[in-house]
C-alpha cells in the first residue's frame, strides 16, 4: 500500500482501512424478506460490487426500516465509492438505532477524515475506542487524523497503543517508523526506534511490501547510515509500481548524497 509520493497523504502512509462487511445476527432483522436482501449485499460487498450491494441494503431497509447493520453496511459500501456524505448519513442513523455501535463510530470517523474533517473524526474515533478499547484499528486510525493535525505526540501514543493491542499489524508500524524517521518535530525523531519498527513490518510481510522497504531506508537514513539506506531504497524501487512515485526516487538521490530525508 503506497501513501506517498503525491498521493492525498504526503507525510504519512495511513493504516490501512479495514472496512469488514460483518453478517447480522439472525435475530436483527424481522422480516425474513429483508434478511434475504441483506445476505445478498453481504456476498455483492465482498465480491466487490458496491453498487449492488448498495441496492441490495437499500431493498433491506425499505422492508425493515430499522435493520441497523443494513444502515451499517450501506454506508460501507458507499464509502467504499467514494461516497462519504451519503456513508455518514448511514453511519449516524445505525448509531441512532444502536447508540453502542463501536464499528459505526469508528466507520464514521473515516469517512469523516477521508473528508479531511480530522477534528470530526477524533470525536468518533474516542467514542469507537470508549466503547470498545481494545479495537486496535481505532487508535490507529486517530492516530491518523492527530498527525495530520500536527499533534503529533498524541499520534505517536495511539500508534504505541494500536500496536500493543494488534502486534501483527505491520502498517500501523510502518506509519510509525515513518513518523519517527521523517516527523516534521525534530524532537520526536528517533532512527533507531524507527528501524526497529519498519524492519518488524517488513518481517511481517516477508519483505515483499516495498512501502515497507522505502520506509526502512528513511530510518536508517535518519540514523546515520546511509549504506544502508541506498540498499533499502534501491530494492524498494525494484517493484515497478514504486519505482514510478518521483519522491522515492528523490530518496534515493538523498541518501546517495548522505542527505535524510526530508533533508535539514
Known amino acids: 500500500m503506497y501513501g506517498k509520493g503525491g498521493l492525498a497523504v504526503t507525510a504519512l502512509r495511513v493504516a490501512s482501512v479495514c472496512l469488514a462487511l460483518v453478517a447480522a445476527a439472525p435475530g436483527l432483522a424481522q422480516s425474513p424478506a429483508a434478511k434475504e436482501a441483506f445476505y445478498k449485499g453481504i456476498i455483492e460487498g465482498k465480491s466487490g460490487v458496491q453498487q449492488k450491494a448498495v441496492k441490495y441494503f437499500s431493498e433491506a431497509i425499505r422492508i425493515d426500516p430499522k435493520f441497523v447493520l443494513a444502515y451499517y453496511n450501506r454506508g460501507i459500501a458507499l464509502q467504499q465509492l467514494g461516497e462519504y456524505p451519503r456513508a455518514i448519513k448511514d453511519y449516524t442513523e445505525a448509531i441512532r438505532l444502536e447508540p453502542h455501535f463501536a464499528d459505526a463510530y469508528g466507520s464514521r470517523g473515516i469517512a469523516y477524515e477521508n473528508l479531511k474533517q480530522y477534528d470530526q473524526a477524533i470525536k468518533d474515533y474516542s467514542q469507537a475506542i470508549r466503547l470498545a478499547p481494545k479495537a486496535a484499528l481505532n487508535y490507529a486510525n486517530r492516530a491518523s487524523s492527530y498527525y495530520k493535525l500536527e499533534r503529533y505526540q498524541e499520534a505517536v501514543r495511539d500508534y504505541e497503543e494500536a500496536i500493543r493491542l494488534d502486534p501483527r ?11 519517527l524517521a521523517t ?3 525534530r524532537a520526536l525523531r528517533d532512527g533507531k526506534r524507527a528501524i526497529q519498527l519498519a524492519r518488524e513490518a517488513c518481517e511481517l510481510t516477508q519483505w515483499k511490501e516495498p512501502s515497507h522497504l522505502d520506509t526502512l531506508a528513511a530510518a536508517y537514513a535518519r540514523a546515520g547510515n546511509f549504506a544502508s539506506a541506498v ?9 515497478p509500481d514504486f519505482r514510478k512515485i518521483g519522491e522515492a526516487r528523490e530518496r534515493l538521490t538523498l541518501y546517495r548524497a548522505g542527505k535524510a530525508y526530508p533533508p535539514d
Request: aromatic share 8%; hydrophobic share 35%.
Open 231 to 239: 540498499k533499502w531504497q534501491k530494492k524498494a524501487l525494484e517493484d
Open 169 to 179: 499489524d505491520d502498517e500501523t508500524r510502518d506509519s510509525l517508523a515513518w513518523l
Open 183 to 185: 516527523g516534521a518535530d
